[in-house]
Structures are given as structure tokens and as C-alpha cells.
T-cell receptor, first 111, second 114 residues
Framework: AQSVTQPDIHITVSEGASLELRCNYSYGATPYLFWYVQSPGQGLQLLLKYFSGDTLVQGIKGFEAEFKRSQSSFNLRKPSVHWSDAAEYFCALAGSYQLTFGKGTKLSVIP | DSGVTQTPKHLITATGQRVTLRCSPRSGDLSVYWYQQSLDQGLQFLIQYYNGEERAKGNILERFSAQQFPDLHSELNLSSLELGDSALYFC?????????????FGQGTRLTVV
């Protein structure tokens, strides 16, 4: 069985501070991993994806994520957070025919 | 704009009723997926269609059904609605059968059962 764990339900950071959102996965094969962002009342927007190759992947809006097989992690980072980054972030794992999502991490940004 | 269109955006209906949610995938995408997002369950996979055929089922209730039409749009039918069916229903599409390519999500349909 596959699973995704996002340990932090809610994180608050100050604008301009760095950000790291944690994601751990469980999967028996090479994972395909994604980070999505959901703004209030909106759909899910793909931030970045990892399929293979370079373990540090760059995404949109200045986000990056690092795949660490030894730690079964795929943490999302941003060096300097903007107020517009306030949203809910979901890590997802692609299995055979479906995406398995974590419960999400809600990010609040203090101006 | 992801290119995936869902209608309606909002739906309010009474218990026991039946509703149909509609999804138009991105141009060229053959796979359509339906997900349910609720506060207690999070994002749950319901069902997948590929080029008109059902390919995978997740936690979809027997009261729910879906289909994908020859023009590749899909409909999710929810019947005998209960209060607990209130949720945000997302449709996603991708090029191929598996999620090894990225999936693009629509804006969702917010269903409220009263």
C-alpha cells in the first residue's frame, strides 16, 4: 500500500522568511512525487514534480523540492515567502492509477 | 487556467436527490479522474476513466457512478444524496493511463446537501 504523510497541519511564517514543508511517503517502487497548492476556493495547481534524475527539482513560483530516497522524503522549500503564498499545500504520490495525497499543510503568512 | 473545466461550480440540493457533475478534460488528455475532498477524509480518489473505459476504482460509493463519453468529457452521478456527501468534487485529466505524467485539476464543484 502507498501512503503520504504531511506531519505539519498548519505552519505560520513571516513574509520574507524561508519555508520548508515536510512530506514523507511509503511506496514499494520508484515513486513519482508531486506538490500541489490550493488557494481558498480554488482548484489544485501543480507546483513541481519528481519522476527521476536530479533529486532537486525546481517548480513554479520560486519553489523547489528535494527527493531523498534514504529518508523517503520529498520536502518543499522556498527561500523567501511572499504573502501570496498563503494557501494549502499537498504532497502526492503517483501509484498505479491514482494520486495518493497527504492531508495537506496550511500555510499562513504574517506580513 | 488548467484547461480542465468543471460545471457547475456550486450545487445545493436536498437529501435523497440526484445530481450530475460534469468535467471537460484538457484537449488531448484521454484520462479523467474524479476526487472527493472533504474536511475529515481529505482528498480521496473515486474513479478513473481512460478513453471511455473505466480503469480504476477507489473509495467510490455504490450510490455514485461515472462515465466518460466519446468526446472524452466525463460525468459523475451522485444519487440518494446524504448530508455526508457534501464536499468539493474535483476532476483531473492527464495524457496517459497512469499518473506518471502530471495531472491537471479543474476548479472543482462544491456540493452542499441540505
Amino acid at each position: 500500500a502507498q501512503s503520504v504523510t504531511q506531519p505539519d497541519i498548519h505552519i505560520t511564517v513571516s513574509e520574507g522568511a524561508s519555508l520548508e514543508l515536510r512530506c514523507n511517503y511509503s511506496y514499494g517502487a520508484t515513486p513519482y512525487l508531486f506538490w500541489y497548492v490550493q488557494s481558498p476556493g480554488q482548484g489544485l495547481q501543480l507546483l513541481l514534480k519528481y519522476f527521476s534524475g536530479d533529486t532537486l527539482v525546481q517548480g513554479i513560483k520560486g519553489f523547489e523540492a528535494e527527493f531523498k530516497r534514504s529518508q523517503s522524503s520529498f520536502n518543499l522549500r522556498k527561500p523567501s515567502v511572499h504573502w501570496s503564498d498563503a494557501a494549502e499545500y499537498f504532497c502526492a504520490l503517483a501509484g498505479s492509477y491514482q494520486l495518493t495525497f497527504g492531508k495537506g499543510t496550511k500555510l499562513s503568512v504574517i506580513p | 487556467d488548467s484547461g480542465v473545466t468543471q460545471t457547475p461550480k456550486h450545487l445545493i440540493t436536498a437529501t435523497g436527490q440526484r445530481v450530475t457533475l460534469r468535467c471537460s478534460p484538457r484537449s488531448g488528455d484521454l484520462s479523467v479522474y474524479w476526487y472527493q475532498q472533504s474536511l475529515d477524509q481529505g482528498l480521496q480518489f473515486l474513479i478513473q476513466y481512460y478513453n471511455g473505459e473505466e480503469r480504476a476504482k477507489g473509495n467510490i460509493l455504490e450510490r455514485f457512478s461515472a462515465q466518460q463519453f466519446p468526446d472524452l468529457h466525463s460525468e459523475l452521478n451522485l444519487s440518494s444524496l446524504e448530508l455526508g456527501d457534501s464536499a468539493l468534487y474535483f476532476c483531473a485529466s492527464s495524457v496517459d493511463l497512469k499518473h506518471s505524467t502530471e495531472a491537471f485539476f479543474g476548479q472543482g464543484t462544491r456540493l452542499t446537501v441540505v
